[in-house]
């Protein structure tokens, strides 16, 4: 894996990340599907270029985070993240801590815009 990448701060402003979209179930996971209200739903994760860091923040659950290689991506739009499955991406959203289990990662990136790029 590459060197570690850029450390971000809990500050809510858009950022740009890069990487591979991945498809997975919570059953695939490995936190598995204890509880998950529907153990074969596909999430959507970026496995990024180079693993983030998250310095802690002033709230509880916005935790320092090392050497995050994967993060959760979900939209509020409704478009199909699954569509960019396999491809790597640029994608420019809001870095957050996960505080909910369909996240799955540590963190998750509120996606605002995606794009495939060439590998």
């Not at 709230?59 to 939209?75: C, K, P, V, W």
Request: aromatic residues 6%.
């Amino acid at each position: 894996m590459d060197a570690i990448g850029a450390c971000y701060d809990y500050n809510y402003v858009q950022i740009q990340l890069q990487g591979e979209v991945l498809l997975k179930a919570p059953a695939d996971l490995p936190k598995g599907a204890v509880n998950h209200r529907n153990p074969k739903e596909k999430h959507t994760f970026l496995k990024l270029d180079q693993p983030i860091c998250m310095t802690a923040g002033k709230n509880s659950y916005e935790s320092a985070e090392e050497n995050q290689a994967e993060i959760t991506l979900y939209t509020l739009k409704g478009t199909g993240l699954g569509q960019y499955a396999g491809k790597r991406v640029s994608v420019n959203g809001v870095l957050m801590h996960s505080f909910v289990s369909d996240a799955h990662t540590p963190l998750q990136l509120s996606v605002k815009d995606i794009t495939a790029v060439s590998k």
